[in-house]
Nanobody, 115 residues
Framework: QVQLAESGGGLVQPGGSLRLSCAAS????????MGWYRQAPGKERELVAD???????NYADSVKGRFTISGDNGKNTVYLQMNSLKPEDTAVYFC?????????WGQGTQVTVSS
């Protein structure tokens, strides 16, 4: 069974940085793509960034230039480096992995940006 476990969330001041980690129970190359989504209170879950096995990346317009997604297959881990954080980045962040027609989700990690 595939498992994804997020870590690295927390409370940070506006302008600060956090790095989220998503540890997979198998090689990240076994996924067609992996990504990060977020869901703020009262809002729908939205794509933040994703990365394909070939290394292509995609970002939401709201995070371009501030967030970077990367992967380390040796550690079976995908990262989301978040810089210049804004209060509107506050949400639960979920790791996502797609293998064929199956999508896997982690349990989420809370990110709160507040002074």
């Amino acid at each position: 069974q595939v498992q994804l476990a997020e870590s690295g969330g927390g409370l940070v001041q506006p302008g600060g940085s956090l790095r989220l980690s998503c540890a997979a129970s198998r090689s990240i190359f076994s996924f067609n793509a992996m990504g990060w989504y977020r869901q703020a209170p009262g809002k729908e879950r939205e794509l933040v960034a994703d990365i394909t096995t070939g290394g292509s990346t995609n970002y939401a317009d709201s995070v371009k230039g501030r967030f970077t997604i990367s992967g380390d297959n040796g550690k079976n881990t995908v990262y989301l480096q978040m810089n210049s954080l804004k209060p509107e980045d506050t949400a639960v962040y979920f790791c996502n992995g797609k293998r064929g027609f199956i999508t896997y989700w982690g349990q989420g990690t809370q990110v709160t940006v507040s002074s």
